[in-house]
Antibody, heavy 117, light 107 residues
Framework: QVQLVQSGTEVKKPGASVKVSCKASGYTFTSYFMHWLRQAPGQGLEWMGIINPSGGSTSYAQRFQGRVTMTRDTSTSTVYMELSSLRSEDTAMYYC??????????WGQGTLVTVSS | DIQMTQSPSSLSASVGDRVTITCQASQDINNYLNWYQQKPGKAPKIMIYDASNLETGVPSRFTGSGSGTDFTFTISSLQPEDIATYYCQQYENVPLTFGGGTKVEIK
């Protein structure tokens, strides 16, 4: 069965970086693009970008350009999302989600990132 | 960016009631719209894709309709397990964007 397992809770200081992982299993890792999204506490969903695990190409939402980097490791079927220059507004639950056609069909369990001094 | 406006932001209905949520796009998005259900503390779950297609395993009481700028999501007979927040999402353009969500509660 398809599973996306994300890394654990992170607490960071303003200005720091965070790197969240998402380990895929139960399917061919390189056959499906992976999205990253986030959800601030009590708020709605925000799309951050997408990575092609096959070639590593990426596309980021304009508002995160220059601060976000998505990478993958095909040997471990893991994708990563690194966000730099963290500020309090980046406090959120971060999700990876697999792309099937034009929808998110499987999601990770979420990684809570808290940015606080 | 395409703005997605959902209404209402919350609703309270009785078990067995018909529940309707609307989503309006700021420009024509054809039928490039999905609906997700999110229960507290959980990741979202795809319910309807391409505006009107029921995802495998989702009960048939959930339906979606619409095209262009105006879309509707309906629960024909509300069940206790349907308590959640529902989001529409467009994929006509990047950035992919979501509506603000509709929280559905039991009266």
């Amino acid at each position: 069965q398809v599973q996306l397992v994300q890394s654990g809770t992170e607490v960071k200081k303003p200005g720091a970086s965070v790197k969240v992982s998402c380990k895929a299993s139960g399917y061919t890792f390189t056959s499906y693009f992976m999205h990253w999204l986030r959800q601030a506490p009590g708020q709605g969903l925000e799309w951050m970008g997408i990575i092609n695990p096959s070639g590593g190409s990426t596309s980021y939402a304009q508002r995160f350009q220059g601060r976000v980097t998505m990478t993958r490791d095909t040997s471990t079927s893991t994708v990563y999302m690194e966000l730099s220059s963290l500020r309090s507004e980046d406090t959120a639950m971060y999700y990876c989600a697999r792309k099937l056609s034009n929808r998110f069909d499987f999601w990770g369990q979420g990684t809570l990132v808290t940015v606080s001094s | 960016d395409i703005q997605m406006t959902q209404s209402p932001s919350s609703l309270s209905a009785s078990v067995g009631d018909r529940v309707t949520i609307t989503c309006q796009a700021s420009q024509d998005i054809n039928n490039y719209l999905n609906w997700y259900q999110q229960k507290p503390g959980k990741a979202p779950k795809i319910m309807i894709y391409d505006a009107s297609n029921l995802e495998t395993g989702v009960p048939s009481r959930f339906t979606g309709s619409g095209s262009g700028t105006d879309f509707t999501f309906t629960i024909s007979s509300l069940q206790p397990e349907d308590i959640a927040t529902y989001y529409c999402q467009q994929y006509e353009n990047v950035p992919l964007t979501f509506g603000g969500g509709t929280k559905v509660e039991i009266k």
